[in-house]
């Protein structure tokens, strides 16, 4: 963004890597060379199958956003205990070419090949933000405080504070305006509703 205008080449190189921990964190590679508005995420790293999909899972031309879905020897087999996210996000690698990428991961980001064969990173294809590095399901906390009783509506955002930090922001109307829900309490109400799920090496 703004910050990298001020790219001077150093005695070191830059590299932006890529990854989601269902892919044991690196599965791309850019080598920062100069600025740019939106620095490439890069080309797939050795052993790595990178394909970007329509929502109907045929390959995107260059230029074209898709979902990105990556495949190769670093992939998990899945979720622990959680069979039914393994089956939707862990799915057959119809362009498989061995067993080694039989499978592959439906990461839930927009990518687009570039002309020159790396690849651009635009957002999420769904409510997913990243904060802490934790990837955080926003629709899912929506639908947590929704079961609350007396809600009647929910957003949740993730915004940014003065120091350029993220955090999340619940926004939540009750069916009678002279009921009030305490903060701490709908937070301890989520804490034991909402946990990181554990991947199967």
């Not at 190769?72 to 087999?77: E, I, K, V």
């Not at 799915?91 to 090949?113: I, S």
């Not at 570039?114 to 904060?131: A, H, M, S, T, Y």
Request: with cysteine; glycine share 10%.
């Amino acid at each position: 963004g703004d910050k990298l205008k001020t790219y001077r080449l150093r005695n070191y190189r830059l590299v932006n890597e890529y990854g989601p921990t269902e892919y044991t964190i690196s599965a791309t590679a850019f080598q920062v060379d100069k600025p740019y508005s939106n620095i490439p995420i890069g080309g797939p790293l050795a052993n790595t199958w990178a394909y970007v999909l329509d929502p109907y899972g045929q390959l995107q031309p260059i230029g074209v956003p898709g979902e990105l879905c990556l495949a190769g020897a670093q992939l998990a087999r899945g979720y622990l205990n959680q069979p039914e996210l393994t089956r939707e996000k862990f799915v057959e690698n119809p362009f498989r070419t061995g067993e080694v990428n039989a499978k592959m991961y439906k990461t839930g980001d927009l990518v687009r090949w570039l002309p020159d064969g790396n690849l651009e990173f635009l957002g999420r294809v769904d409510q997913q933000v990243k904060i802490r590095g934790y990837r955080i399901e926003l629709g899912e906390i929506e639908q947590q405080i929704l079961q609350y009783p007396g809600v009647s509506g929910a957003v949740v955002l993730d915004l940014t504070d003065g120091r350029g930090e993220k955090f999340l922001a619940a926004y939540y109307a009750m069916l009678d305006a002279e009921t009030h829900l305490s903060d701490t309490h709908l937070k301890n109400y989520l804490s034991n509703l909402l946990c990181h799920v554990n991947l199967i090496p």
